[in-house]
């Protein structure tokens, strides 16, 4: 049985933490603001107040200067005078935010009369505008794409442990049907005979509607911060609408990579009509089983033509020779650490069931030498060829 290599596990799950660490402080400060102005509209009391204090606070550090509104006011409440120092629940500091705190102290100019809203459980506790600081919806916007990332780095280690035991249990028991294929699908036996109808996981389709939603309110964060205000003026509307519209570019984004696997192939093999079949939307081959001459795994340049850190160019490629000297391509595994491995399993295990198993089926390394450009049209019309090759193999992967 092949080793399942480890690594990379206590790098990803530090990062993952001090990610998520920084981020959870700068969510509790939202969740903390929208949860105060919530219960505030339902539950604190209106009294008559009076302005003591109103100013613009400007704070300056060597990143540059921060402007809020600094107001202070007194309010009778249960026979007793208080004072106050906060305008809205959420109220932060930035650097935009200078021409609101102005006109701010223009509508609360110290002496003014003004409504202020207090806890009857505790009247100390007061604020005057129980609306969420506009600026809590800019943040929402603004944190987002950040809290997407983090969901997906704390998923994706905390699958590795789970991936590697799926891998492990693979490459430990035996072929039965049904037989569930890392980075494949569920074999299973219908009318067909034994089929894999690929399909998108779960984890697809969550991460296809992150990406969509991220990337929409990623891009909104500099369009509302140029035009919609920022931190300084921000429009709640305007930021919850790109919000909304991430939520349904996101679903959009997780119904097309549902379609998109539809489109992939089926492969099924028949014992009792003694062929195998692969067909889809691209493709439709079927191999009686006295013309195939061997099984065979290779190594292919991948692809889905997204590399991440580490992965290697080459992916291996499960496929049979036909006695014709013909090559129908089966199914293209990803890039991880064990995916050759799995690879030859599945091959050694349909050479058995087709009636051609052999000892060991090696993984092959592609036989076609490596182009090297002499010019730029040389080069553009390689990468074209390439791009058409990929294409071909795209309802494999």
Known sequence: MARIK??????????????????????????????????????????????????????????????????????????????????AFGEMKSSDGQTRA???????????????????GDPADSVIVRDPDPSLYFMLLFLTPFVLVGLGMGTATFMIPAKRRAVARFMEAPARVPWEIPGWGVMRQDFDGYVVRPRASPGGLLMAGAIGIGVTCFVGIFVVGIFGGGFGAARPAVALGVVGLGLGLGGLAAWRTAAAARKKAVFSIDPSGKTLRLHGPARNVTVPFHQIARW??????????????????????????????????????????????????????????????????????????????????????????????????????
């Open 6 to 87: 480890g690594g990379g596990f206590g790098g990803m799950l530090f990062f993952t933490l001090f990610w998520c660490s920084i981020t959870g402080v700068f969510v509790g400060f939202l969740v903390y603001g929208f949860a105060r102005a919530t219960d505030a509209k339902r539950r604190f009391v209106p009294a008559e107040g009076r302005v003591i204090e109103s100013a613009v606070d400007t704070h300056s550090d060597s990143d540059g200067n921060t402007y809020g509104f600094r107001i202070r006011y007194s309010y009778e409440a249960g026979g007793t005078t208080h004072e106050g120092k906060r305008y």
């Open 102 to 120: 102005r006109q701010l102290v223009r509508q609360h100019p110290a002496g003014s009369a003004i409504t202020v809203y207090y806890d009857p």
């Open 296 to 397: 065979k795994v290779r190594r292919m340049l991948n692809p889905r033509q997204v590399k991440r850190e580490g992965d290697p160019p080459e992916v291996p490629i499960v496929a049979l020779d036909t006695a014709s000297g013909e090559e129908v391509p089966v199914h293209v595994f990803g890039a991880g650490r064990d995916e050759a491995d799995i690879a030859r399993k599945v091959a050694h295990a349909f050479s058995h069931w087709t009636g051609h198993a052999v000892p060991d089926i090696p993984v092959e390394t592609d036989a076609r030498p490596s182009f090297k450009p002499g010019n730029l049209r040389e080069a553009i019309a390689e990468a074209r060829k390439q791009s058409s090759a990929f294409k071909s193999f795209q309802d494999l992967v």
